[in-house]
Every structure is written in C-alpha cells, then in structure tokens.
C-alpha cells in the first residue's frame, strides 16, 4: 500500500515537472535556499555568540523565530513570483495552440507547479536552518551538554554546504569535491567577516 502510494506521488510529480517545465526552477529554489537558510541560522548563532552570550534559549529563539519568518517568506513570495510566470508559459502554450487549455491535465499541471515550488523553497531554508539549529534544540533538551552545541551546528553547517556544493557539482558536470569546497569556502568568509567586525566594533 505504502509503495502504492509512493509510486502514484512520484508518478504525479514527474507529470507535473514535464508538463510545467518546472524542474529546473523547482531545483534552483531548493538549492539556493537552503544554502540561504543553513547560512541565516548560522549567522544568528555566531552573532549570538560573538555578543558573549551562552545562553541556548537566546539562540534557539532566534533561531526558530527566523526560521518561522523564512518559511513564510518563501512561501508567500515563490507562489506570487510562480503564479506570474506560469501564468505567462500559459498564455504562451494557448496562444500557440489558439485554443483555451482550461481543465486540461497542462493546465493543472502549471497550477500545481506553483504550489510545489512555493512548498519546496520554504522547506528547503526552513530544514537546512533547522538542521544547522538542532545542536541548540539538542541542548535545550539536555540531550547535550550546550558547551558543545556551537561546535555541532559549525560541524552540520560546513557538512550541509558540502553536500549542496557536491549536488551543484553533479548537476553542472564540475568537480564534486571542488564545488563542495567552494561552498564551504563561502560559509568560511562569512565567518571571518563576521569575526573581524566583531574586533572593530
């Protein structure tokens, strides 16, 4: 039953990505935005940290308070920016078919697409901050001691970048390990950026 299920959702996704042309989009939302993300909670926390503060409840409110806003966000604004551009693919598909497309499988199709890509571009910041966060979430409920929470949200912060550097290089044909490091070597500058106007101010 379970892989019943599994089948007729995939089935229905690629369905939705052909007649849509929406995959391409729908990757580009889900990578940068969970690079957005992961790199949203990770400044929260290393400000937080620079500011002298230890406390786990400070960082965990920041943190979810952030990663609430980002969802909204980029639900809200990915379902505008979509519906606008589906909205345009349609007139284009019937003005080339000089015909109406209304209640054809295209037409749900786009109509779908715009939900899916709403959907997954707030997933995709909202699991990448909340991934990065979890050390903290861990330490709040004493599953570790909170001495140890920023040097595990570091640690999942570089290997989250790794991995969407890695899925970058696949898709563009590059070197995985280059384009993993390159990643890495973003998140890498932010931090220094972020320690030297520490020692300015």
């Known amino acids: 039953m379970f892989k019943k299920t599994l089948s007729r959702l995939g089935n229905t996704f690629k369905k ?8 391409e989009y729908s990757r580009r939302y889900f990578v940068i935005n969970a690079f ?4 949203t909670i990770w400044g929260i926390i290393l400000g937080i940290h620079l500011l002298g503060s230890r406390q786990v409840f400070h960082v965990v409110s920041g943190g979810i308070g952030a990663i609430i806003a980002m969802a909204i966000s980029g639900v809200s604004s990915v379902y505008i920016a979509e519906s606008a551009e589906q909205e345009r693919r349609i007139k284009e598909i019937e003005e080339a078919l000089l015909m109406r497309i209304e209640g054809t499988e295209i037409m749900k199709a786009h109509k779908r697409a715009v939900i899916m890509s709403a959907l997954i571009n707030s997933l995709a910041s909202s699991l990448a901050g909340l991934l990065v966060l979890s050390p903290y979430l861990a330490a709040a409920s004493n599953l570790i001691e909170s001495g140890y929470a920023f040097t595990y949200s570091m640690i999942i912060l570089f290997t989250t970048l790794f991995i969407i550097g890695v899925f970058l290089g696949k898709v563009s044909g590059r070197s995985l390990i280059f384009s993993g490091l390159k990643t890495v070597g973003i998140a890498g500058a932010v931090i220094v950026v972020l320690y030297l106007l520490d020692l300015m101010s």
Not at 16 to 23: E, V, W
């Open 16 to 23: 939705i990505f052909r007649y849509s042309r929406s995959a």
């Open 36 to 39: 957005e993300g992961a790199l």
